[in-house]
């Protein structure tokens, strides 16, 4: 089992930051992609901002510029720096971690979400 947990969501004014981080712990091998999305209210879940294992990043063309993936490996906690926020980044953001279990079976895990508001 893999146990995803959230912390760092809010209320913040328009132009504010914010940062989410999210901690894997259990019994896996390794940690590959991780992972943040964002659903907004009446929206489909949309991926926000990968990271892999490797360090290699990508973005969502709505974020680039304002928001930046990092992981600390040692701790395998993967954080969501928020810049310059705008009410459209209003969502509940949930974080996403895959790797392999002993055995090279795979897994793909979801945190609880983090509600992240912003307000004009």
């Known amino acids: 089992q893999v146990q995803l947990v959230e912390s760092g969501g809010g209320l913040v004014q328009a132009g504010g930051s914010l940062k989410l981080s999210c901690t894997a712990s259990?019994?896996?091998?390794?940690?590959?992609?991780m992972s943040w999305y964002r659903q907004a209210p009446g929206k489909r879940r949309e991926l926000v901002t990968t990271?892999?294992?490797?360090?290699?990043?990508d973005y969502a063309d709505s974020v680039k510029g304002r928001f930046t993936i990092s992981r600390d490996n040692t701790n395998n906690t993967v954080y969501l720096q928020m810049n310059s926020l705008k009410p459209e980044d209003t969502a509940v953001y949930y974080c996403?971690?895959?790797?392999?279990?002993?055995?090279?079976?795979?897994?793909?895990?979801w945190g609880q979400g983090s509600r992240v508001t912003v307000s004009s």
């Open positions: 996403n971690v895959k790797g392999y279990f002993g055995g090279w079976k795979r897994y793909d895990a």
């Open positions: 259990g019994s896996f091998f390794s940690i590959d992609d």
């Open positions: 990271i892999t294992s490797g360090g290699s990043v």
